[in-house]
């Protein structure tokens, strides 16, 4: 059986161990590991069977759990805050990425306007100028009745 100096150790080795987080001065560690420590901590504490090197009083048991409370509490805090800060990073980029499709889709559409544009301008030149070929051969050809006549 463990002795719970032994088991503080291991808490030690996993923060030691665990990876560094985006901001702050944490660590991410494995939450499972830990519990599973804290729980042999407390059989160990509980049995009474072993003493330890030097067996913690209630009260020094009372602050080793409250430590141990508010380190899961940072902990979890920081894993929440990496959370929401790798949320924050996908926005932005699904941002960015739809203002780079906006751009492209104004610009196609302003290269599609200005074909179109160019399109109409030769259908009506094309038109104006097959209107006045129209109306010359109307003028010519009632010319010739007329001259006729």
């Given at each position: 059986?463990?002795?719970?100096e032994?088991?503080?150790?291991?808490i030690e080795e996993e923060l030691d161990n665990g990876k560094k987080s985006f901001f702050g001065s944490g660590v991410t560690v494995d939450a499972d590991v830990i519990y599973n420590i804290i729980d042999k901590i407390r059989h160990?504490?509980?049995s009474g069977s072993q003493k330890p090197r030097g067996?913690?009083?209630s009260m020094e048991q009372?602050?080793?759990d409250d430590i141990i409370k508010a380190q899961n509490i940072v902990l979890q805090a920081q894993q929440r805050a990496e959370q929401i800060l790798g949320e924050h990073n996908i926005v932005y980029?699904?941002?960015r990425e739809a203002e780079s499709i906006k751009k492209q889709a104004n610009d196609y559409r302003?290269?599609?306007l200005s074909e179109v544009k160019e399109d109409v301008n030769a259908?009506?030149?094309d038109t104006q100028r097959n209107l006045a070929d129209a109306i010359n051969a109307v003028n010519r050809a009632l010319k010739n009745n007329n001259s006729q006549d």
């Amino acid at each position: 059986m463990e002795d719970i100096e032994d088991l503080l150790l291991q808490i030690e080795e996993e923060l030691d161990n665990g990876k560094k987080s985006f901001f702050g001065s944490g660590v991410t560690v494995d939450a499972d590991v830990i519990y599973n420590i804290i729980d042999k901590i407390r059989h160990v504490h509980s049995s009474g069977s072993q003493k330890p090197r030097g067996t913690l009083s209630s009260m020094e048991q009372k602050h080793a759990d409250d430590i141990i409370k508010a380190q899961n509490i940072v902990l979890q805090a920081q894993q929440r805050a990496e959370q929401i800060l790798g949320e924050h990073n996908i926005v932005y980029q699904a941002q960015r990425e739809a203002e780079s499709i906006k751009k492209q889709a104004n610009d196609y559409r302003a290269r599609v306007l200005s074909e179109v544009k160019e399109d109409v301008n030769a259908l009506l030149t094309d038109t104006q100028r097959n209107l006045a070929d129209a109306i010359n051969a109307v003028n010519r050809a009632l010319k010739n009745n007329n001259s006729q006549d």
